[in-house]
T-cell receptor, first 116, second 112 residues
Framework: DTGVSQDPRHKITKRGQNVTFRCDPI?????LYWYRQTLGQGPEFLTY????????KSRLLSDRFSAERPKGSFSTLEIQRTEQGDSAMYLC??????????????FGPGTRLTVL | LAKTTQPISMDSYEGQEVNITCSHN???????ITWYQQFPSQGPRFIIQ???TKVTNEVASLFIPADRKSSTLSLPRVSLSDTAVYYC?????????????FGDGTTLTVKP
């Protein structure tokens, strides 16, 4: 399968713990996005990378959230001191930019986070 | 910021054509319109994208009027497996990756 993969698929943690999620994009895609989705809502943009550079961050991304994309390949999203309000599906997407491309995003299956 | 408005839900029957309309009154000149499909516990899946007039692929058609203030996703002869949430997204990702929002989507329920 050459699509976007995310690990783990499910994570249950206790409030106050740190969690880290991983995303492996489609290999030739230079852009990588993170979204958060809660039940009944559409995905909310968190941040995106072009290669290894983090170019944009949403106001939703508090200081407890950090994302990295070393070497412009896989990415990690870390949440420190988790709160119950962080419970959501965390989605990763990738795309290939360039020219007049409209940057169609391809999504992974998501990581479901439950904070107890 | 290109905000979109879609019906919250729609019902249909197998074999019928379904049209879902999205309003985007403040669409910008460079913005494209993209539709995604999402099943429970899965990430959104790209369906179709267009800028103006009509676009057709193997699964859907997208109709965009001249003023581009709305768009209609057309699904021909739906089946039970088309039951999903459909999102309309407006933006030009190359320069505004974070400026486009998914909205809450349209939940399509296909009945036998």
């Amino acid at each position: 399968d050459t699509g976007v993969s995310q690990d783990p698929r499910h994570k249950i943690t206790k409030r106050g713990q740190n969690v880290t999620f991983r995303c492996d994009p489609i290999s030739e895609h230079n852009r990588l996005y993170w979204y958060r989705q809660t039940l009944g809502q559409g995905p909310e943009f968190l941040t995106y990378f072009q290669n290894e550079a983090q170019l944009e961050k949403s106001r939703l991304l508090s200081d407890r959230f950090s994302a990295e994309r070393p070497k412009g390949s896989f990415s990690t999203l870390e949440i420190q001191r988790t709160e119950q309000g962080d419970s959501a599906m965390y989605l990763c997407a990738s795309s290939a930019s360039g020219g007049i491309s409209t940057d169609t995003q391809y999504f992974g299956p998501g990581t479901r986070l439950t904070v107890l | 910021l290109a905000k979109t408005t879609q019906p919250i839900s729609m019902d249909s029957y197998e074999g019928q054509e379904v049209n879902i309309t999205c309003s985007h009154n403040n669409i910008a000149t460079n913005d494209y319109i993209t539709w995604y499909q999402q099943f429970p516990s899965q990430g959104p899946r790209f369906i179709i994208q267009g800028y103006k007039t009509k676009v057709t692929n193997e699964v859907a058609s997208l109709f965009i009027p001249a003023d581009r203030k709305s768009s209609t996703l057309s699904l021909p002869r739906v089946s039970l497996s088309d039951t999903a949430v459909y999102y309309c997204l407006v933006g030009f990702m190359n320069t505004n990756a974070g400026k486009s929002t998914f909205g809450d989507g349209t939940t399509l329920t296909v009945k036998p």
